[in-house]
């Protein structure tokens, strides 16, 4: 058994756990295998472990790795979007969950091959009002998910966020409760979405207690990433 698939058993344990805690179906929580900075064979062993998601930070960094792998993945950009790196994405990735401005959204939008379909994407929310991660405030969110609902080479999807960390787990789950609060009023505004996107190594426990439909997980599966 590799560190992986070990990892990988820890992990399902833990999910369980929390969703037997918040009544919630585990198959309700997707795992996003969050794979920056590791190399191509850790990917490798978690496609074997049952794995198909991907999340990638770094646009170049990724496009390498998904033109090595011919696999049936899914990949997800998670990163920082930079203005000069939105065609890569838009050409090399089936979901970003990082658009966080209307300037974004339209590049992704024209650049993204006609023949791959629409681009998944959910807006990245800076519920802490701290923008150190970067995200749309709560009072653009409206706007901006209009904005991205009529342009055709995006697929609007859901909200992600990126929460300052704390190990307190009832201040864990203060932002991941705000951005359910805003993925709930897109729905009852009539926006068709199924994505929640929240929780990490170390606050997934809290994000699935408020309603994450997928957590992003490096760490608990691929170890410590190198520095
Ligand atoms: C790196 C990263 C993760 C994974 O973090 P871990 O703590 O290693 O699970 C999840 N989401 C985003 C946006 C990241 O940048």
């Known amino acids: 058994m590799t560190h992986i698939t070990k990892n990988l058993e820890d992990l399902k344990r833990r999910i369980a756990a929390a969703c037997r805690s918040a009544g919630r179906n585990e198959n ?3 795992i996003l295998a969050v794979s ?3 190399p191509i064979e850790f990917i490798g062993e978690a496609v074997a472990a049952g794995l198909t998601r991907f999340g990638e930070n770094y646009a ?3 496009a390498e790795k998904i033109d090595q792998l011919d696999a049936e993945l899914e990949w997800h950009f998670i990163g920082r979007v930079q203005s000069n790196k939105t065609r890569l994405i838009a050409e090399k990735f089936d979901w970003v969950q990082t658009v966080a401005s209307e300037k974004i959204a339209r590049r992704l ?10 681009l998944n994407v959910c807006v990245q929310v800076d519920t802490d009002g701290n923008s150190a991660h970067g995200g749309a405030s ?3 969110l409206h706007s901006l998910c209009g904005t991205i609902q009529s342009l055709p080479g995006l697929k609007l999807r ?3 966020n990126i929460p300052l960390p704390t190990a307190n787990q009832t201040a864990q789950r203060e932002p991941f409760r705000q951005l359910k609060q805003e993925y709930d009023q897109l729905l009852d505004l009539g926006y068709e979405l199924d994505t929640l996107s929240m929780g990490m190594t170390n606050d997934l ?3 699935i207690i408020e309603g994450s439909t ?3 997980i490096g760490t608990a599966i691929f170890g410590p990433r190198p520095v």
């Open 205 to 207: 426990e809290a994000a």
């Open 28 to 30: 309700q929580v997707s």
């Open 36 to 38: 920056k900075l590791h």
């Open 158 to 160: 859901g909200l992600m």
């Open 214 to 216: 997928m957590i992003r």
């Open 109 to 118: 939008s024209n650049q993204r091959p006609e023949e791959l379909g629409p």
């Open 138 to 140: 709560t009072a653009e």
């Open 60 to 62: 170049q960094e990724a």
